[in-house]
């Protein structure tokens, strides 16, 4: 009976693994068995469980391949190293270099977020920021959380950008006085009551491939 019991449980994994996922009620009847009993095989296996579609899918540790965020997504249906939706969520942010915002975490794990985000906003092992207007998600932890921000802050630095009103008014003050400082044309500009930083006008003159004189050049 045991070596009866084995080979139901081998041809069921094999069939299984050809299928690439499947749900408990698949594998309970491949076993021949109850869904606690399939369950328990899963574990042995050492399955992983989808962090969507309510957890209903599993696949075998040798059939998915996750990528280098330790997620793998097969017909829409999302896997994870780090176990659940929850768990996942906590581990991509603890491991991202400067946080996550809600639209990267959606684009990561294919899912709209407003979704699942809402349990995260008072997760113990999380925090959330507002930075330029979006909520980012940071580890909690002190030490982690403060080097997660010092970068996210520089990115938002570099990643500043003047508003198309603005960048109007920059370039033709740019065509007015081409021989003219960042810092001049930030002088300028306010004084046609348009506030815009030096960092926002270096990035936009690096977009369009223009040079931003930090210190003015001498007329002839």
Same mark, same amino acid.
């Given at each position: 009976?045991?070596?009866?019991?084995?080979?139901?449980?081998?041809?069921?994994?094999?069939?299984?693994?050809?299928?690439?996922?499947?749900?408990?009620?698949?594998?309970?009847?491949?076993?021949?068995?109850?869904?606690?009993?399939?369950?328990?095989?899963?574990?042995?296996?050492?399955?992983?469980?989808?962090?969507?579609?309510? $957890? *209903?899918?599993?696949? &075998? !540790?040798?059939? =998915?391949?996750?990528? +280098?965020?330790?997620?793998? %997504?097969?017909?829409?249906?999302?896997?994870?190293?780090?176990?659940?939706?929850?768990?996942?969520?906590?581990?991509?942010?603890?491991?991202?270099?400067?946080?996550?915002?809600?639209?990267?975490?959606?684009?990561?794990?294919?899912?709209?977020?407003?979704?699942?985000?809402?349990?995260?906003?008072?997760?113990?092992?999380?925090?959330?920021?507002?930075?330029?207007?979006?909520?980012?998600?940071?580890?909690?932890?002190?030490?982690?959380?403060?080097?997660?921000?010092?970068?996210?802050?520089?990115? $938002? *630095?570099?990643?500043? &950008? !003047?508003?198309? =009103?603005?960048?109007? +008014?920059?370039?033709?003050? %740019?065509?007015?006085?081409?021989?003219?400082?960042?810092?001049?044309?930030?002088?300028?500009?306010?004084?046609?009551?348009?506030?815009?930083?030096?960092?926002?006008?270096?990035?936009?003159?690096?977009?369009?491939?223009?040079?931003?004189?930090?210190?003015?050049?001498?007329?002839?």
């Amino acid at each position: 009976m045991a070596m009866i019991k084995n080979r139901v449980a081998q041809e069921a994994r094999r069939t299984f693994r050809a299928q690439k996922v499947g749900t408990i009620d698949e594998l309970a009847d491949l076993l021949q068995c109850s869904v606690s009993t399939a369950r328990r095989r899963l574990r042995l296996w050492k399955a992983h469980t989808s962090y969507n579609r309510n $957890g *209903r899918y599993s696949v &075998l !540790p040798d059939v =998915a391949r996750f990528d +280098a965020d330790g997620l793998w %997504r097969y017909r829409g249906i999302g896997f994870s190293r780090y176990g659940t939706l929850k768990q996942t969520v906590v581990g991509l942010v603890r491991e991202s270099p400067a946080g996550l915002g809600a639209g990267q975490l959606g684009r990561l794990l294919g899912l709209e977020p407003r979704s699942f985000l809402s349990p995260f906003r008072d997760h113990p092992a999380l925090r959330r920021e507002r930075h330029q207007g979006r909520f980012v998600y940071f580890a909690a932890q002190r030490e982690v959380f403060r080097e997660q921000r010092r970068r996210r802050m520089a990115m $938002g *630095r570099e990643a500043e &950008l !003047p508003s198309d =009103a603005e960048a109007v +008014a920059i370039l033709v003050e %740019r065509i007015k006085q081409p021989r003219s400082s960042v810092e001049e044309l930030v002088v300028r500009l306010k004084a046609q009551s348009v506030r815009v930083s030096a960092q926002a006008i270096r990035n936009l003159f690096a977009r369009h491939g223009l040079t931003g004189k930090k210190t003015p050049l001498s007329r002839p």
